[in-house]
């Protein structure tokens, strides 16, 4: 098993929609929790950490569940920019850092 | 300011070449260091990490090995390649959870 899931999508959603990607990660005693979003063929950029009391940047929330171990990313009022491969990051220790396997959102007019 | 620097950017090597990639930081001291590679669209796979010179965490047993002889240096190698080595290998660096990217290194094996 994958210290973390992420669900690979792609998810074509129209402009306007609300979306929403999981991450489980199997390490209880992972740490620190991050989304970036990464564009093509370009470095992954961060998005934003993820905190058990939910954090919220304009039309982004992250949500962490460390009862059930995943991490959650809701995307309010896609835009067309929005569009990019999603990466949930887990430090699994202090030291190593798991990156899931990306979920693609592809947003259309 | 901080820099991470990754050669070569591009790479095509026979089937049983050597390989040899390396990366190195600058303006910072005793850095986490990363090797990951990516399939095209796809997440960063996790292959080596170091916490130091001399020591390497080794995620995925393969054809690949890893060196830090320096604070600042990470070297990613191989002494015969395989066909499935062929990937955009990405060098990061991590400090107080911050991530620095390279600029990565496309490998065709052939």
């Known amino acids: 098993r994958k210290e973390v899931e992420q669900d690979p999508g792609p998810f074509n959603v129209p402009e306007g929609a609300t979306v929403a990607f999981n991450c489980t990660y199997s390490?209880?005693?992972?740490?620190?929790f991050f989304w970036y979003r990464q564009d093509c063929r370009k470095e992954p950029k961060l998005l934003m950490s993820v905190y058990s009391s939910g954090n919220e940047d304009g039309r982004f929330t992250a949500q962490l569940n460390r009862a059930s171990q995943y991490i959650s990313l809701l995307i309010r009022d896609s835009k067309l920019s929005d569009s990019a491969t999603y990466l949930c990051v887990v430090y699994s220790s202090a030291s190593k850092i798991i990156f899931g396997s990306g979920t693609r959102l592809s947003i259309r007019p | 300011s901080q820099t991470i620097h990754q050669w070569p950017a591009t790479l095509v090597q026979p089937v049983g070449s050597p390989l040899s990639l390396e990366c190195t930081v600058e303006?910072?001291?005793?850095?986490?260091l990363y090797w990951y590679r990516q399939a095209a669209g796809r997440g960063l796979q996790l292959l080596f990490y170091?916490?130091?010179?001399?020591?390497i965490s080794s995620e995925v047993p393969q054809n690949l090995s890893a060196s830090r002889p320096q604070d600042r240096q990470f070297i990613l190698s191989s002494k015969k390649l395989l066909l499935s080595d062929s990937g955009f290998y990405l060098c990061?660096?991590?400090?107080?959870?911050?991530?620095?990217f390279g600029s990565g290194t496309q490998l065709s094996v052939l």
């Open positions: 303006g910072t001291s005793n850095p986490n």
């Open positions: 170091s916490v130091g010179i001399g020591q």
């Open positions: 390490n209880s005693a992972s740490q620190s």
């Open positions: 990061v660096w991590s400090r107080d959870n911050v991530l620095f």
